[in-house]
């Protein structure tokens, strides 16, 4: 939790996370749930100026290339160059490795195996993450153990999981955001990792992208009680632009219903684009990161992005972007902000409608608005 930037504190922790018929994952804002529903339950207090926000941050993990410098103190000073950057009332990552001390890879001799040590969930929770998403292509290097380690990881630290489970019903579970503005209903899908990572009726995994899957998650989010669906999506290329599938996948996702798009997947921050009124931030690029990173090889810029739905009662959603620096071979592992002028250039090619402020900027989005 981080208390310098949200007034909430944590209430109830039921470890349970179904909801009959949709097994639907629930966080509860000052707001009474059906009595079917076991759910980490939030309270948010009084919202400053009558606004509320959720905000997603990108690739996360505290491992690989840092682990040497991670005595049990070191995790914190991991996150704390962007934990005050951390303001929304209900934050999501992409954990991008297991948490857990298991060691039998599912796939030996795979390229890019990656693990944090369970540490790594308590300092993500203190620096103010309330939920991961393991909908991506490594929640599973570590096999089924490390898939169920990490979920215990991250109840114990309080936060959320989604997006990965024993089987396809349990990977698809939406997760559910109840404020008193609305229901979010928040959708964990991807590509298709390989077979051994891809969930299905008897297999562990993650949810892959079809157009049946894609309706699904947004029909089950509906029918959990969701006002607004979002996906959480992991695509892309590492270190590429904006590839013509994940323009195919987006407009999936728009006919299906959704009503935002949020991506991770690539490392490097992408454009935020629009289809009719949905935003698609095709790329957060990283967070907090334990690799080197291959940025200048690919001609890239190693930053990232932080962007918040910001709920208003009498104006229209804000579409809220921060800058990071996530380069670890100039920040020395310690992922920091954007500095003004960085940003500006950063954000101005992100969206040149964006008004930039800083190293932050905002923007008016039809998207999310209060349901009649």
């Given amino acids: 939790m981080h208390p310098k930037t949200r007034d909430r504190f944590l209430a109830v922790l039921a470890l349970a996370v179904s909801l009959a018929g949709t097994g639907a994952i629930a966080a509860n804002y000052g707001s009474k749930q059906a009595p079917e ?56 990552a992409n954990a991008e490795a297991p948490i857990t001390t298991h060691n039998d890879p599912l796939i030996p001799g795979k ?47 309080v936060m959320a999981t989604f997006g990965a489970g024993h089987n396809l019903s349990e990977a698809e579970r939406p997760l559910l955001l109840h404020t008193d503005r609305g229901t979010i209903g928040v959708v964990s899908i991807g590509e298709n990792f390989g077979k051994v990572s891809k969930a299905s009726d008897i297999n562990p995994g993650t949810v892959v992208f079809s157009p049946e899957t894609v309706q699904r998650g947004y029909d089950l989010a509906r029918e959990a009680g969701a006002d607004w669906v979002v996906g959480f999506v992991h695509w892309g290329d590492n270190y590429t632009e904006t590839l013509p599938q994940q323009r195919y996948w987006a407009q999936v996702l728009v006919d299906a219903g959704y009503d935002a798009i949020v991506g991770s997947g690539s490392h490097v921050a992408e454009k935020i684009e629009f289809i009719g009124h949905v935003p698609v931030v095709f790329g957060l690029g990283n967070f907090v990161f334990g690799t080197p990173g291959r940025y200048a090889s690919f001609g890239k810029q190693g930053v990232g992005l932080m962007v918040s739905f910001e709920l208003n009662e009498n104006a229209p959603t804000q579409l809220v972007v921060k800058c990071i620096v996530t380069d670890n071979q100039l920040t020395g592992f310690l992922t920091q902000p954007c500095s003004a002028p960085q940003a500006l250039g950063v954000l101005s090619g992100v969206n040149p409608a964006l008004q930039i402020q800083g190293n932050v900027a905002r923007m008016p989005c039809r998207c999310l608005e209060p349901p009649k």
């Avoid at 840092?66 to 962007?82: I, Q, S």
């Avoid at 369970?118 to 393991?134: E, H, R, V, Y």
Wanted: glycine share 10%; aromatic share 8%.
């Fill in 37 to 92: 529903v076991q759910s980490i339950d939030l309270w948010a207090g009084d919202l400053p100026e009558n606004r509320w926000s959720v905000q997603f941050v990108g690739d996360t993990m505290l491992g690989n290339g840092e682990t040497p410098m991670l005595d049990p103190l070191g995790f914190d000073a991991a996150m704390a160059g962007v934990a005050p950057l951390i303001d929304g009332n209900f934050v999501i």
């Fill in 111 to 157: 390229a890019f195996v990656y693990k944090a040590e369970p540490q790594a969930a308590w300092a993500m929770s203190k620096a103010g993450i309330d939920a991961i998403n393991l909908g991506n292509n490594h929640s599973l290097d570590m096999g089924v153990t490390g898939l169920e380690d990490t979920i215990q990881a991250a109840n114990n630290a």
